[in-house]
Structures are given as structure tokens and as C-alpha cells.
């Protein structure tokens, strides 16, 4: 991760020596888009914005790494509360075939959380890989690798604490079984508060019409906060 980050900041750093800079990633780039901004503030550039659109927290893998839910009442009003965003979200607005693709991906997982002599690796669609163990079952193929790659450079990261600007532009349903930190945990990650944007949708849906609208108009009310400072 802090090589791919690296090849990005000095990409930047040719465009722009010194900043400041604004960062954003979505979902998975959130990851290395932090890493990019402390690679740049390392170098003494200024960073005037960095942006997760949907993005958690590394890590997100691999799976043992992830603390244990403790259910207590304020955890289950949480995702209860999540349940009906998720119905309204994200089901309601799925089509029949995608669905079907959905339930496919989660058998195929369940299989092979049941039968551990079946390999979590790219083959054919009958077993189970790591587009069904991250919900992208639509990915083709030939993005298998590299995504495995990716995911790979994420379980070996160890982000550090950033001092900067962090602003979260989070959907409003968040993964049935994942964490339902308001900001995604990247608060605690930096060390400090970051800003919270929620954006009617979920992870997929927040990127198409109707949602992607919302989204822009919050990016933008961000964007327009931070540029004053580009601009001088």
C-alpha cells in the first residue's frame, strides 16, 4: 500500500510540488487515499481535504482481524435501525436479477464457509472467490488478480494517525453485518472527529441516478469549503 501510494504522490507532486492538495477515494481507494495524503503531508505538502466516499476503515480483511460485536442495547437499536435503511436502500430499489446474482454470490460463500477444503480463490464461478467474500460478484474475471492483490496490500497496511481534515460521505445503509459507526471508524483512526456527510442510498446505489445527485451536491458543499484555501 505505501508503494501504490508512492507512485500516486509523486504523480501528484510532478502537477503540483507543494499543495495544498485535495484526496478523496471511494470504498476500498478510501485506503489509499489516506495513505497518499500522510505520504504528502510526510513530504511537506499541504492537504487541504481528504475525502472517504463510502470507504471503511482498514482493515476491512482479512476477516479475523475485525473486533467482535458486542450486542447491547445501543448495538441493536443500531442495527435495527440499519435494517430498515437497508430494506429501503438497497432492496426495495434492486432489480429480480440482481437478486438473484446476490443470493447466488452469498450460497456460494456459505459453501465454502462450510466446506473450508474449497479454495477462496479465482476459478470458476461455482466456487466460491473473493468477489463473493467483498459483494462484488459483478467484477469480471479478468479484475480478479488485481483485486486479490489489493486486498492483499490492505491486510499488510498499518495506517497511522493523520492530523488533517478528514471528511466522510457515507450511505445511509451500511452492510447488514458490518460495523455502523457513524463515521465508518475513521475518527478513531485519525484521532480526532471527522465530518459526517449521509447520503440517502447504499454503497452501489449512491454512485447512479437518482442518488449520485446527492452525493455531488454534498462533494460539491465540500469542495467549495476547502477550495478558499486551495485557491491561496
Not at 60 to 83: C, Q, S
Request: hydrophobic fraction near 45%.
Amino acid at each position: 500500500m505505501e508503494s501504490l501510494a508512492a507512485t500516486h504522490a509523486d504523480a501528484i507532486r510532478r502537477v503540483c510540488p507543494a499543495g495544498p492538495y485535495i484526496v478523496a477515494g471511494y470504498s476500498a481507494g478510501g485506503i489509499l487515499a489516506y495513505e497518499i495524503a500522510q505520504q504528502l503531508r510526510a513530504g511537506r505538502g499541504h492537504v487541504a481535504l481528504l475525502a472517504m466516499i463510502d470507504a471503511p476503515v482498514p482493515p476491512e480483511l482479512p476477516e479475523e482481524a475485525r473486533p467482535r460485536r458486542r450486542w447491547t442495547p445501543a448495538e441493536v437499536f443500531r442495527f435495527v435501525k440499519n435494517v430498515g435503511w437497508w430494506i429501503v436502500d438497497d432492496l426495495r430499489t434492486s432489480t429480480a436479477a440482481d437478486l438473484l446474482l446476490r443470493a447466488r454470490s452469498k450460497a456460494r460463500l456459505l459453501r465454502g464457509l462450510l466446506h473450508r477444503d474449497v479454495p477462496l480463490v479465482h476459478g470458476a464461478r461455482d466456487q466460491v472467490d473473493i468477489r463473493d467474500r467483498l459483494g462484488v460478484p459483478r467484477l469480471p474475471d479478468q479484475f480478479v488478480p488485481w483485486l486479490e492483490a489489493y486486498i492483499d496490500a490492505i491486510g499488510h497496511y498499518y495506517p497511522q494517525p493523520y492530523p488533517g481534515r478528514i471528511v466522510v460521505l457515507r450511505a445511509r445503509a451500511q452492510p447488514l453485518f458490518g460495523g455502523l459507526k457513524h463515521d465508518r471508524g475513521w475518527g478513531e483512526l485519525a484521532g480526532h472527529p471527522v465530518e459526517v456527510r449521509v447520503i440517502a442510498g447504499e454503497h452501489d446505489n449512491i454512485l447512479r441516478e437518482p442518488r449520485v445527485r446527492q452525493l455531488a451536491a454534498a462533494l460539491t458543499d465540500v469542495l467549495d469549503a476547502a477550495l478558499p484555501e486551495v485557491r491561496n
